[in-house]
T-cell receptor, first 109, second 114 residues
C-alpha cells in the first residue's frame, strides 16, 4: 500500500529553526509537495521537489532524497504565525496526490 | 469570484438526506478534485476530474458522485448521507496533473450528518 509518515506534533521556540520530516512509500513518484494549513483554513502550497536536493524559498527550505523516500521541510527564524499544520504529499504513478496526516507545529514565545 | 469558492460553509444534515456541495473556480484550471479531511488522517481523494466532461474515482468514492459539465464547476453529491460522511470537504483545482502543478484549495465545507 501507499504510505506517507510524518510526526504528529512538534514544538519549537520563536526565532529558532525546526525540521519536519516526511518519509514515503508510494507506487511511483512524480514529485513531492509541502503545504501549510492553519487551523480551520484550507491548505496552501509551500514547496515542490522532484529532483534530489534542497529547494530554498525565503525562510522555508525543502529537501528531497528519492533513493531514501525521504523529505524534510526546514523553517528558519520561526514566527508565531508559523504555528500551523504542515502537510507532505507525494504525486504517485497515477499523478494523484497521496497525503500524510500532517505535522502540527506549535511555536512558543 | 477570485480563486476557488465552496458552498455552503457548513451544514448539518439528517441521515438519509441528499446533499450537493458546490465548488466553482475562476482560474480556468483543467483539473479539479474533491477531498475529505478527518482528524488524524491525511486528505483523502473522493473524486477528481482531469478536464471538463471527464471524472474519475479516488481513494474513497463510495456514497459520493460528481459531474463536470463545464470548466468552472465541480459539484459533489451525497445521494443518501450517513454519519460516517461527517467531515470537512475541500475542493481543489490545478492547471494540469503533471509536473509542477500545485493544487489550489477552496475554503472547505464542514458537514455534520446526524
Amino acid at each position: 500500500g501507499q504510505n506517507i509518515d510524518q510526526p504528529t506534533e512538534m514544538t519549537a521556540t520563536e526565532g529558532a529553526i525546526v525540521q519536519i520530516n516526511c518519509t514515503y512509500q508510494t507506487s511511483g513518484f512524480n514529485g513531492l509537495f509541502w503545504y501549510q494549513q492553519h487551523a480551520g483554513e484550507a491548505p496552501t502550497f509551500l514547496s515542490y521537489n522532484v529532483l534530489d536536493g534542497l529547494e530554498e524559498k525565503g525562510r522555508f527550505s525543502s529537501f528531497l532524497s528519492r533513493s531514501k523516500g525521504y523529505s524534510y521541510l526546514l523553517l528558519k527564524e520561526l514566527q508565531m504565525k508559523d504555528s500551523a499544520s504542515y502537510l507532505c504529499a507525494v504525486r504517485d504513478s497515477n499523478y494523484q496526490l497521496i497525503w500524510g496526516a500532517g505535522t502540527k507545529l506549535i511555536i512558543k514565545p | 469570484i477570485a480563486g476557488i469558492t465552496q458552498a455552503p460553509t457548513s451544514q448539518i444534515l439528517a441521515a438519509g438526506r441528499r446533499m450537493t456541495l458546490r465548488c466553482t473556480q475562476d482560474m480556468r484550471h483543467n483539473a479539479m478534485y474533491w477531498y475529505r479531511q478527518d482528524l488524524g488522517l491525511g486528505l483523502r481523494l473522493i473524486h477528481y476530474s482531469n478536464t471538463a466532461g471527464t471524472t474519475g474515482k479516488g481513494e474513497v468514492p463510495d456514497g459520493y458522485s460528481v459531474s463536470r459539465a463545464n470548466t468552472d464547476d465541480f459539484p459533489l453529491t451525497l445521494a443518501s448521507a450517513v454519519p460516517s460522511q461527517t467531515s470537512v470537504y475541500f475542493c481543489a483545482s490545478s492547471r494540469g496533473t503533471s509536473d509542477y502543478n500545485e493544487q489550489f484549495f477552496g475554503p472547505g465545507t464542514r458537514l455534520t450528518v446526524l
